[in-house]
């Protein structure tokens, strides 16, 4: 039972075009959404994350949008970098709970 | 900020021997949850820590599996009698309730266990 999932396993992106990474999740009682980035070898990094009570939250280079009608998660990068390349994972919780539920996961890469 | 620290940072072990995992979160992190991380899968919620109180378990973690946190500071995960579908990336994490119910959790570079 997969209640978030992140349905593009990789993408390739252009250098300094636009990353637009998606998510989909089942369960209307999330009310609190993540993006993490991993490295080969490494703990996953925290991005950036979102409310429910708010559309779109913004941090530098990415922005991460919320539709909750369609029960969907995105994060744009822009522009992409070659550091930017990476393993991206969606999570999400529940309002009160403390567990984290992951997406399987986006692996970016950013050709120059 | 030293980060999460985990240790071993890998670990081969033969079919149903034990196995015990450290964490050490950040310093002034009371919360520490522990993570489970499989080929091509996200990270699946263990087990949490709020101080030294155990306050939820995940379905995934069956009896073989323990977690203590005694001084409410770092952790461990002990893994009995292993077996080959035990082997996955084991990560830990932390956060601070004083930051409030929505403080990002900071992950370490976790445990690779090896089950042969």
């Known amino acids: 039972d997969q209640q978030v999932k992140q349905n593009s396993p990789s993408l390739s992106v252009q250098e300094g075009r636009i990353s637009i990474l998606n998510c989909d999740y089942t369960n209307s009682m999330f009310d609190y959404f993540l993006w993490y980035k991993k490295y080969p070898a490494e703990g996953p990094t925290f991005l950036i994350s979102?409310?429910?009570?708010?559309d779109k939250n913004e941090d530098g280079r990415f922005t991460v949008f919320l539709n909750k009608s369609a029960k969907h998660l995105s994060l744009h990068i822009v522009p992409s970098q070659p550091g930017d390349s990476a393993v991206y994972f969606c999570?999400?919780?529940?309002?009160?709970?403390?567990?984290?539920?992951f997406g399987q996961g986006t692996r970016l890469t950013i050709n120059p | 900020d030293t980060g999460v620290s985990q240790d071993p940072r890998h670990k081969i072990t033969k079919r149903g021997q034990n196995v015990t995992f450290r964490c050490d979160p950040i310093s002034e992190h009371n919360r520490l949850y522990w993570y489970r991380q499989t080929l091509g899968q996200g990270p699946e919620f263990l087990t949490y820590f709020q101080n030294e109180a155990q306050l939820e378990k995940s379905r995934l973690l069956s009896d073989r599996f323990s977690a203590e946190r005694p001084k409410g500071s770092f952790s461990t995960l002990e893994i009995q009698r292993t077996e080959q579908g035990d082997s996955a990336m084991y990560l830990c994490a932390s956060s601070s309730i004083l930051r409030g119910n929505n403080s990002p959790l900071h992950f370490g570079n976790g445990t690779r266990l090896t089950v042969t």
């Open positions: 999570a999400t919780r529940i309002q009160g709970a403390q567990k984290l539920v």
């Open positions: 979102i409310s429910s009570i708010k």
